[in-house]
């Protein structure tokens, strides 16, 4: 995880600003004996985990030992997007099984990846958006400042 420097918060130790950990999300694409299955948008660590439990959770597999091989490829060229390959093997019987009942899945949010079959139906060189001059005009303390009222401005959803 790349790490943020907050410039300008009055504070008397430590001299320095402090870092804070900001997560990334890449988009990572799921593939069963080779085909793709879907793409999911999450952080990109610990993805063989993460596509055994997705894989249990979403019934493709009936138990863990279904699966035989797990590797994991990440792309991070510069040029493109960063994102990731999950390649799993399983046995026959699961995988046809995944075949006859195949969809695509719906996420539970609005970006629009979650859900895609596969890693090459996304615009991983998106148009660069013009730097115009925002952020160097806001006060240093405001994006602190919002990101510490924040939680008094949202709703509570229980």
């Not at 085909?35 to 597999?61: N, Y």
Request: hydrophobic residues 40%; proline residues 6%; aromatic residues 6%.
């Amino acid at each position: 995880m790349p790490n943020v420097r907050c410039a300008g918060i009055a504070m008397a130790r430590p001299r320095s600003p402090p870092m804070h950990a900001v997560g990334q999300e890449w988009p990572v694409a799921l593939l069963f004996n080779g085909i793709s299955h879907a793409v999911m948008m999450c952080t990109p660590r610990d993805l063989k985990v993460f596509a055994l439990g997705f894989s249990l959770t979403e019934g493709i597999v009936e138990r863990g030992s279904d699966v035989h091989d797990i590797e994991v490829y990440y792309r991070d060229d510069g040029i493109a997007l960063p994102h990731a390959e999950v390649h799993l093997q399983m046995v026959q019987q699961a995988f046809m099984a995944l075949k006859d009942k195949r969809r695509a899945l719906a996420g539970r949010t609005g970006c629009d990846v979650c859900g895609i079959e596969s890693i090459d139906l996304l615009d991983l060189q998106p148009e660069q958006v013009p730097d115009t001059g925002f952020l160097a005009k806001l006060a240093p303390d405001t994006i602190e400042r919002a990101a510490r009222e924040l939680r008094e401005h949202q709703r509570s959803r229980s």
